[in-house]
């Protein structure tokens, strides 16, 4: 099982495709559905299961917080988890990594617990925006210590209940700030009633996945422009059913525009709130042949690869494997709405932008975007910011160009602990 610690950097070189791909690939579970599923089985009132759980650094280290804060979570059966309620001890440590999960999600439950809970992650964690967060949760009269810094590390000075209720938010720098006060909401005295001002908020479909989630579990979920309330309640535990992650599915989809031939996802659901569900028909306007087959997508490469103008706003995090597939197009692209992500795990406009220039690339960094020109690509050292679809952008330059090498893939583990071993044996796989 992986472990909760930074993963130690591991320098790898990227596969070059020496002949077209033909290849099925199974991906492990989405990362955010596993997110709220932890959260709503730890404050459920009753003990659930989650199957076809997902095993990574991001879904152990929101295990480990909720363990922390009195579930009980046996992990050892792979294919099915049991979850018994949270008791809410204060006086703990939550370590929150890299994930913006865990540091964005875990506060507002942390606010129900018994005394202080503390948390730090990542150094890089520390510089990833926060102050939503801890100003949602002042107005909802918790009190949070941060040194006046409004990130990591705070600490939550939990006192068993929180008053809840109207609360006006800036959520234009994360989603995740609203997912995570509408995910503990229902454990609110007067539930929620969140008012979004501010520029747009970035990854809409996330907010779909925690409303659709909390419906699921029996919640009182009402939306309307920029405002989102959930009513108070007692919700008892159930079943959760996790897919596949649609957004690692990025690069493995891509693949096939790049090498030639063809990349099976299995499992793809036939509805779902994931962005990732986007990727079908932005690959088909890049030039790619896209067929279903019951619960299998399939992605055929085409001869050419078409520049794209691209609003991602929906569905950020496909940015990086999306700007890779760019450099080998047949034309210009434009990848715009995505400024939030300078803010991800690394500031990911300007790391795409530095290391596919590297690779030869002629790329224009904008406020909230990338222009790319394909150029003649040639062999880099790709570094990776501890960031795992940075990583992802580098295995694909890899497949194209030889000599891509990255200076560390240890970093996928955030997701997909597995990845290398898939991307190696899609590659590996014989027609
Ligand atoms: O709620 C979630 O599970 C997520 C929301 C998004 O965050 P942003 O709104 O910060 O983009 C996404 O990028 C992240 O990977 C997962
Ligand atoms: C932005 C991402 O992660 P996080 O949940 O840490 O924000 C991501 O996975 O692309």
Redesign the pocket.
Known sequence: MTDTAAPAEQAWTAPTATRPLNARVRLPGS??QM??ALILTATATSPSTIVRPLYSRDSLLMVEAMRSLGARIDTTNEDRWTVEPATFDGDVDIDCGLS??VMRFVPPVAALAHGQVRFDGDPHARKRPNSGVIAALRALGVTVEDGGEAALPFTVLGKGTVRGGEVIVDAS????LI?GLLLAAPRFEQGIDIRHEGPP???AP?LH??AHMLREAGAEVEISANRWRVSPARLPGREWIIEPDL?NAAPFLAAPLIAGGSVTVEGWPQTTTQPGALLPDILADMGAQVSRDEDALTVTGGTEISGIDLDLSHA??LTPTLAALCAFADGPSHIQGVA??R??ETDRIAALARELSGAGSEVLETDDGLIIHPQPLRDTTFHTYADHRIAHAGALLGLGVDGVELTDVACTSKTMPEFVAVWESMMGARP
């Open positions: 990362k955010s997110a709220r913006g999960t720098q994360t989603s995740q997912s908020v970035p990854s996330y996945m925690a957004q950020s995090e939030h992500i803010g991800h």
